[in-house]
């Protein structure tokens, strides 16, 4: 299992990443029904008030991971809200203070306000996968953050230490590499498949594979604007008037939006078809990262395609 998607400078294609804010939570509009300090895993949960249970990463918690496996367990449909929009709704309602109680009672509200729809119950082999991708990004990162330290240093012990904890972690980032191959080995049928078929495209590598089977889940059955956004990949209207801004990407997920850039990468100089599409925008606009970008989002609408279809690359 290749790095080529953790080289180059590809963490700054996108904006800011709102997925993995933390936010706080306030109350708006809350009833009368009475809460617990202390809150269990379904307290934590608010009713949608159609038997829906609207999860939000700002209840501090402790086990919040086995929420929405407990909830599926229990046949109630979940979902997950990004911290800062419940944040804002709280505040929206004028109310600034941070309770677990009313972060309890404002979900409820939040959920009975948007009715939002549920989550695909959790799969556990891919939750498994997803937790070793992610142990081996921190384990890539360490990494990385040692070598620069390397080229920092001049004392010949700290030189020497440096290098000894370089070689342990790219032993551990080996070892780790082995237990994911063996998981996706073993995993059923639709998440292998999806891994071959996710392999055809050009530039998409192990390591790309791996990022989008554990955090892009809804690969194959959104539209290409949702999944776009998804991946933070989404240009952003900034228009007040008269006036027209620039397009930024942001939101998303950061560590989709670094692998499809480097993917991107790989499919421009690997494929004709991308590299006519990076040529023309790149003459266009006057920015090569931008046709980078533009690139990426049209490898993800390939993706999500091949995917949607149960098809290889063609």
């Known amino acids: 299992m290749g790095d080529e998607g953790e080289r180059g400078d590809g963490s700054d294609a996108g904006g800011r990443a709102q997925d ?8 708006v509009g809350f009833g009368d029904g009475a809460c617990d300090d202390r809150l ?21 918690i402790e086990g919040f991971a086995e929420m929405p496996g407990l909830a599926a367990e229990a046949g ?15 505040e929206a309602g004028g109310l600034l203070a941070k309770t677990d109680k009313l972060d309890a009672r404002m979900l409820s ?8 729809a549920p989550d695909q119950p959790p799969c556990r082999q891919r939750e498994r996968i997803a937790a070793l991708a992610r142990r081996r990004d921190q384990l890539v990162e360490a990494r990385a953050r040692e070598a620069r330290h390397l080229g920092e240093a001049f004392d010949p012990d700290v030189i020497a230490d440096i290098e000894a904890a370089v070689a342990c972690l790219a032993k ?23 891994f071959a078929i996710l392999r055809s495209a050009p530039g ?82 006057g920015s090569r990262k931008l046709a980078v970008i533009a690139a990426a989002r049209k490898l993800l609408t390939i993706l999500n395609a091949m995917q949607r279809d149960q098809k290889a690359y063609a």
């Not at 993995?20 to 109350?27: D, N, Q, S, V």
């Not at 109630?76 to 709280?90: L, Y």
């Not at 059955?221 to 942001?250: C, E, H, Q, V, Y």
């Open 109 to 116: 509200d939040y959920g009975r306000r948007f009715t939002p």
């Open 76 to 90: 109630i449909a979940s979902t997950r809200r990004n911290p800062v929009q419940t944040r804002r709704f709280a």
């Open 204 to 285: 998409v590598g192990p390591v790309t594979a791996l990022t989008l089977i554990a955090h892009l889940p809804e690969l194959g059955g959104r539209s290409p604007k949702t999944i776009a956004s998804l991946a933070g990949l989404a240009p952003r209207n900034n228009d007040s008037g008269t006036r027209r801004g620039r397009r930024p990407i942001r939101g998303g997920r950061p560590r989709v939006r670094k692998a499809l850039y480097m993917a991107a990468l790989g499919a421009i100089r690997a494929a004709p078809r991308f590299k006519a599409f990076y040529s023309a925008i790149a003459a266009r606009s």
């Open 40 to 60: 269990d895993g379904r307290d934590a949960l608010g009713e949608a008030g159609d038997g829906r249970l609207d999860v939000g990463d700002d209840v501090g």
């Open 172 to 194: 551990r980032i080996a070892t780790i590499e082995a237990v994911i191959a063996s998981a996706i080995a073993e995993a059923d049928a639709a998440t292998a498949a999806t």
């Open 20 to 27: 993995g804010e933390r936010g706080g939570g306030g109350g």
